[in-house]
């Protein structure tokens, strides 16, 4: 493996260390360096550290692309120190970044190697994005309707205390979701609904629509069920994760209920996830990447919807451009163009590891992150008892743009091939 050390930041910040009186186990984890210095500033205990450099692909300023390169820290820590690093990079910092748990280190020297080589195999399209399934497109579109979104965001986030990998919630909120997917799909037989079972209690849940010519390409789309607290989470947790991310959920079951309802076929295969533990270091959907990966299972696009339902501002739709690819995202933005046309897509970062994207991206696949906001004005209530459904009036009108965008992307994909 070709991995770069990259020099330690500044050890004054370790004047700020005080004995922690977290004692979890100890993970470990890999983060971007404003996460590593809210880490180190917490006091939370850390052990071999090891700093990486990683080049980034992305736009510049005058759009054009260009590497930029960030430090990415690898090391172990106190596991019960990471819902709060993630409120600290919420709070404190202008991205959103996350971090990503890893089984060993030599996972975690992996994952960061997966970065560079996503960076330096550039930005080649593998797929075909010209806009051509208008005839297909627009009748489904006018299917897509606010109030099954804004009851499956309802469901997700009051039928539950919480939906926490770990708890009788999460695991009950996954096994619902198969009945509920399962009714769905009916009896086509060219649909299946299954739980992706992890080393931990929650599955995630994926429901393919086999591809009728070309089923051996693979077309994902995705967001996670479960949620957290960032002051900690436990079995009687209130964690509603009405916009994280019941609402990603949400606007893609609803997608997936018109093309299963319409009796559309798609020539590429088609899956629908809902990823388990999210918000724990992005762990199900790495487990599904590395599982895909190391079955050479062909998937040409990953959408990813996590929060979908806060208007933060006048944008719509917010395109995250790192650690997503360049070419698909250009596709995504020209579909919003093509089909919603009324609506304002305009551009951010996120940081290292923010959303289950990160995990196709690492495994070299192409992912893409249509968001709820810039990051500036996203939804302040989340990993907080007060997500509810009601911090967005009582409705699903911003999510039901990303519902339509999803339906738009599975269709334009799904559709190619022989
Ligand atoms: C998130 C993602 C991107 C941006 I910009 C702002 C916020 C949410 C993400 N960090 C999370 O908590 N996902 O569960
Ligand atoms: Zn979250």
Known sequence: MRLRRAALVSSTLATCFVASAQAGPMVWASMGEDAYRLLRRSGAELER?????????????????????????LMRVDEDALPRLSRDIHENLKTCAGFMVHTSRADGRQAVAGFREAAQRGVKPLVNYQIDDEAEVNPLISQV?????RSTIVKLSTNYKNRYYATTGGVNAS???????????????????????????????????????????????????????????????IAPGADDDAS????????????LQSGYKPKRTLQFMAYAAEEIGLKGSQAIATDYKNNAKKVVGVLQLDM????????????????????????????????????????????YACSDHASWTNKG??????????????????????????????????????????????????????
């Not at 700093?51 to 005058?62: K, L, N």
């Not at 979701?177 to 080393?199: N, P």
């Not at 990603?248 to 093309?259: D, F, N």
């Not at 020209?334 to 009324?342: D, F």
Request: hydrophobic residues 35%; negative net charge; glycine residues 6%.
């Open 175 to 237: 096994n619902d979701l198969v009945t509920t997917w399962k009714a769905l799909a009916g009896s086509r037989t060219d649909v299946t609904v299954k739980q992706f079972t992890h080393s931990w209690a929650q599955k995630s849940v994926i429901l393919e629509i086999k591809g009728t010519t070309n089923p051996g390409k693979v077309v994902v789309i995705g967001g996670h069920l479960d949620s957290i607290l960032s002051s900690g989470t436990s079995e009687n947790s």
């Open 308 to 351: 979908t339902n806060y208007q933060g501002a006048a944008s719509d739709i917010t395109m995250i451009t790192d650690y997503t690819n360049s070419a698909q995202n250009t596709f995504v933005k020209n579909l919003a163009a093509h089909y919603l046309p009324e609506l304002k897509v305009n551009e951010d970062r996120c940081g």
């Open 248 to 259: 990603g959920v949400a606007s893609l079951q609803e997608a997936m209920r018109v093309l």
């Open 49 to 73: 550290v090891e700093p990486y450099a990683v080049e980034i692909r992305a736009p510049q300023a005058d759009g054009r692309i260009g590497t930029r390169e960030e430090t990415v820290y």
């Open 365 to 418: 696949y192409v992912a893409s992150f249509p968001f709820e906001a810039p990051l500036a004005n996203d939804n302040k209530n989340i990993h907080t008892s007060n997500d509810t459904i009601s911090k967005s009036g009582d409705n699903a009108n911003h999510a039901l743009k990303f519902a339509k965008l999803a339906l738009a992307y599975a269709v334009e994909l799904g559709s190619d091939g022989k």
């Open 145 to 149: 309707q606010e109030s099954n979104i």
